[in-house]
């Protein structure tokens, strides 16, 4: 006897009743969801469903934001996410793309509410700097009673065709909402697959034509049915996760109250833990201090040139420690408030194990209203996995 298997409502084969109950849970394992119909002898399999979490709020009435959000709206379905607008949703993405006279290149500018999910602003940071999209951040405070709403502003170039811009920020902003969507399950088989691999896969799995009566085959060839091996047993493979969190821990001595110069003294470490299920290697670290220049930052770094005098040597006789990853790193302090900074010796580090990296920083309270901003970045094999610091360190005046 066999049942039908149906996927989001398309038949798609048949399975036999003694697969059905083993068939049913590997779905469930693998990020699945399904529904048995005894009356109709009937399989329904579906995607999970995340409707909970975010909206998806298109109201700039033009060509290019419509095309934008179909689009979007279109690849987000297809993984299973359900963008109906539910009131109870405590956040809203709203899509704004449009064209502007007066520019001469596209740019993407994010404005958060004040207090905002953490870990959306996270993701948004990772997706963006991996698809090397320019963009601008910025907070604001949201009235009263008008819920969580992250503005993703996108502004052309009037009058351009910028195909391949467009194309970039709808890939990024639909990583972001599927990562956002499957964190809970984002380690099952099927929960980053699209709708059209899981309904291929099905399909092979349950083709009513692989049905086959080995009595039937050996009447109709005139041969006794032989005896069938044992399959061959299959290579279990683990799944391959590289992920990091990357955070600061901090201790601020502030400057006594007798003096006049007002200086700041803190003391951070910079530490990334590998969350992941792969050893990372060839780490790189970066620590962005915005504006450029209202802070300095001492740590164990030294520059390339410099390591045979200054490096400490370890037991085997290599040297190790810290150094400067560009050789231009003081322009870059200056110009930009960027310190890359990556490990003297060959670094991989093993899941659930950390590196950490120690400095210190100090500053004068400037006299202006001013906001000071650290930030940590994180950079593993050779630039392929990149992860944003889950804080920063603030200071408001």
């Known amino acids: 006897m066999y049942w039908s298997i149906f996927f989001e409502g398309e038949k798609l084969g048949e399975l036999s009743y003694e697969s059905l109950a083993a068939f049913g849970l590997f779905c469930e394992r693998h990020g699945l969801n399904r529904d048995v119909v005894n009356s109709e002898r009937k399989l329904e399999v579906y995607h999970k469903k995340h409707r909970d979490h975010l909206i998806l709020e298109n109201i700039i009435k033009n060509d290019l ?55 959306l602003k996270n993701l948004l940071l990772q997706e963006f700097n991996k698809s090397k999209i320019n963009y601008e951040m910025k907070e ?3 009235k009263e009673g008008t819920g969580e709403k992250i503005i993703v502003a996108w502004e052309l170039p009037a009058g351009t065709k910028n195909s391949q811009a467009k194309e970039k920020l709808i890939t990024a902003l639909s990583r972001i909402m599927i990562r956002f969507h499957k964190q809970s399950d984002q380690n099952q088989l099927f929960s980053f697959m699209p709708s059209e691999m899981i309904k291929n896969w099905l399909s092979s799995v349950t083709n009513p034509s692989q049905k086959t009566n080995v009595n039937e085959v050996a009447d109709s060839q005139k041969i006794q049915p032989q005896k069938q091996k044992e399959p061959a047993k ?43 299920t792969t050893p990372l290697g060839k780490p790189v670290l970066c ?111």
């Open 65 to 119: 934001n419509k095309e934008v959000y179909e689009k979007l709206t279109t690849i987000l379905k297809s993984s299973g996410i359900d963008l109906q607008a539910d009131a109870e949703s405590p956040t809203k993405i709203s899509i704004r793309a449009f064209e502007r006279t007066g520019v001469t290149d596209d740019s993407v500018k994010v404005s958060f509410p004040m207090g905002s999910n953490e870990r």
């Open 140 to 142: 604001y405070t949201s």
């Open 234 to 276: 299959e290579k279990v493979t683990s799944l391959v996760i590289n992920k990091a969190d990357v955070f600061m821990a901090y201790n601020v001595i502030p400057p006594k109250a007798h003096k006049e110069d007002k200086e700041y003294l803190i003391f951070a470490e910079m530490i990334v833990k590998n969350t992941g």
């Open 287 to 397: 620590l962005k201090v915005s504006p450029a220049n209202y802070m300095q930052i001492q740590g164990q770094a030294i520059p390339e040139k410099m390591i045979d005098v200054l490096a400490t040597h370890s037991s085997s006789g290599g040297e190790k420690g810290w150094k400067y990853v560009y050789s231009d790193w003081q322009r870059r302090i200056k110009e930009k408030g960027e310190y890359w900074i990556t490990p003297i010796q060959e670094v991989k580090i093993p899941p659930n194990e950390s590196l950490t990296y120690s400095f210190k920083m100090f500053f004068t309270e400037p006299i202006e209203k001013t906001e000071i901003n650290v930030s940590g970045f994180a950079y593993f094999n050779e630039g392929k996995d990149q992860f944003a610091g889950n804080n920063q360190i603030s200071f408001s005046f």
